[in-house]
């Protein structure tokens, strides 16, 4: 599995989705700082910025984790390529599941970085010079890295639907449009219902398990797609 990930790294060049990351992480301090500086009740509480704020970088993660497996499953899958790919005397799922380690883990990782960098510094800088007067700014580091790590696995399980949906239909656009209608649908409310039960560890134990079970069971049709394509 290590010697398929090596591969595809250096089949695939991440220059393009690092500058995705910089691009959202610039993003995401102009938007928080705007939302801190408004005079609006909706706006008036650090959970308040700090949902808003995530759910911005939640659902520019989900489109960039679709364009990258767009670029690394859904494309290679098409054409020239995938008799290309199907020569490889390598099981095809364990040559899917190192694309989906590599895009998964990419945008899981970078996720959590760039809430630690916003958010971290966000911290230090209302210490400071406060934009938000109402609210507990203790509750935000800590809560906030917490609710990252259960977007970065809503992350996950949205770009791996956007995977199956684009290797059903062997298209890039659907991949695309998929990630984003998702997004569009369910990030803000979901979000919200995750910021409200962030005390509830039964709560938090059950979302996890969803999405795993989510996950496993997507990826689980991603692979049967693939084996059952013809060359």
């Known amino acids: 599995m290590k010697s398929l990930i090596r591969l595809e790294l250096k089949k695939n060049n991440l220059r393009p ?13 102009g ?16 959970a308040d910025v700090t949902m808003l ?25 098409k054409g020239n390529r995938a008799i290309l790919l199907f020569s490889y005397p390598i ?8 694309k ?26 209302e210490h400071f010079a406060p934009l938000v007067h109402e609210g507990q700014l203790s509750w935000m580091l800590a809560d906030t890295m917490l609710l990252s ?12 639907i956007a995977l199956a949906a684009g290797l059903w239909r062997q298209s890039v656009p659907v991949t695309i449009v998929t990630s984003v209608v998702i997004c569009s649908v369910f990030s803000s ?13 039964g709560f938090m134990a059950s979302v996890v398990a969803i999405m795993a079970a989510a996950a496993l069971s997507v990826f689980g049709l991603a692979a049967k797609k693939v084996k059952a394509m013809e060359v």
């Not at 099981?91 to 190192?98: F, G, H, I, N, P």
């Open 189 to 201: 409310v979901f979000t919200q219902a995750v910021m409200n039960s962030l005390t509830s560890v």
């Open 91 to 98: 099981s095809r799922v364990k040559v899917l599941l190192a």
């Open 53 to 77: 704020v995530t759910s911005l970088g939640m659902a520019s993660y989900c489109v960039l984790g679709a364009v990258m497996f767009a670029r690394f499953a859904v494309e290679e899958y």
């Open 17 to 29: 989705y690092l500058l995705g990351v910089l691009g959202i992480t610039i993003i995401m301090f």
């Open 100 to 125: 989906v380690i590599i895009v998964c883990g990419f945008a899981f990782g970078f996720s959590l970085l760039t809430n630690l960098v916003v958010f971290g510094f966000f911290n230090v800088s």
């Open 31 to 46: 938007f928080l700082y705007l939302f801190a500086g408004v005079e609006d009740e909706e706006l008036s509480t650090y």
């Open 149 to 160: 790590v259960i977007n970065g696995l809503l992350v996950i399980a949205v770009s791996l």
